[in-house]
């Protein structure tokens, strides 16, 4: 199957620091990524979707100026999570479909933020 | 967001035992995506279903998407501890480019 790729795979950061995180779709281009944060023993809920070459789209309640996100190419796209502080503490999950198969997504393997 | 419920929220089973899970959803989706999960990975595709009433079958797993298209399942034949994870369904949101919505979640347990 497809890869999507996480970097990195863990960070810890200090309390008003920014973290940035990238995703990678390593054998397939996807003009769309998603980024997804779980809770531990919760399930995936969407954040935003990433579109290469505009702006992203954000969920209910996601604020845009905390969790900035550039979809730089075909291949990348990175969350910035910014002013970091330890309620942001969570793993964060990105998925693309194949551009080729819509229908079909595949995820990365997670960054596991953890702010002191 | 909303979230499709599914059932059980977990189960612990022994060796060699066959399992089944479902997922419900309020709404229709196109496509249903059954994903597992490891602790501390992302989840990886198990199946998916693109079709009413189709049945879809990979080694030891079986998944069949729902006739009313509101709910799916997942059959697991004769497990092995390998199978312990998380197995989560996802429903694709008709019209929404690839937007997926995640159920709650089934933790499975699988002792010797």
């Known amino acids: 199957g497809a890869v999507v790729s996480q970097h990195p795979s863990w960070v810890i950061c200090k309390s008003g620091t920014s973290v940035k995180i990238e995703c990678r779709s390593l054998?397939?281009?996807?003009?769309?990524m998603f980024w997804y944060r779980q809770f531990p023993k919760q399930s995936l809920m969407l954040m935003a979707t990433?579109?290469?070459?505009?702006?992203?789209?954000?969920e209910q309640g996601v604020e845009k100026d905390k969790f900035l996100i550039n979809h730089a190419s075909l291949t990348l796209s990175t969350l910035t999570v910014t002013s970091a502080h330890p309620e942001d503490s969570s793993f964060y999950i990105c998925s693309a479909p194949d551009r080729r198969k819509t229908d079909t997504q595949y995820f990365g393997p997670g960054t596991r933020l953890t702010v002191l | 967001g909303q979230q499709l419920n599914q059932s059980p929220q977990s189960m612990f089973i022994q060796e060699g035992e066959d399992v089944s899970m479902n997922c419900t959803s309020s709404?229709?989706?196109?496509?249903w995506l059954w994903y597992k999960q490891d602790p501390g990975e992302g989840p990886v595709l198990l199946i998916a279903?693109?079709?009413?009433?189709e049945l879809t079958s990979n080694g030891r797993l079986t998944a069949q998407f729902g006739t009313t298209r509101k709910d799916s399942f997942l059959n697991i034949s004769a497990s092995i501890p390998s199978d312990v994870g998380i197995y989560f369904c996802?429903?694709?949101?008709?019209?929404?480019?690839?937007?997926?919505?995640f159920g709650t979640g089934t933790r499975l347990q699988v002792t010797l």
């Open positions: 279903l693109y079709k009413a009433g």
């Open positions: 054998d397939f281009q996807a003009t769309t």
């Open positions: 709404s229709i989706f196109n496509t």
């Open positions: 996802a429903g694709l949101d008709p019209g929404t480019a690839s937007k997926l919505t």
């Open positions: 990433s579109n290469e070459g505009s702006k992203a789209t954000y």
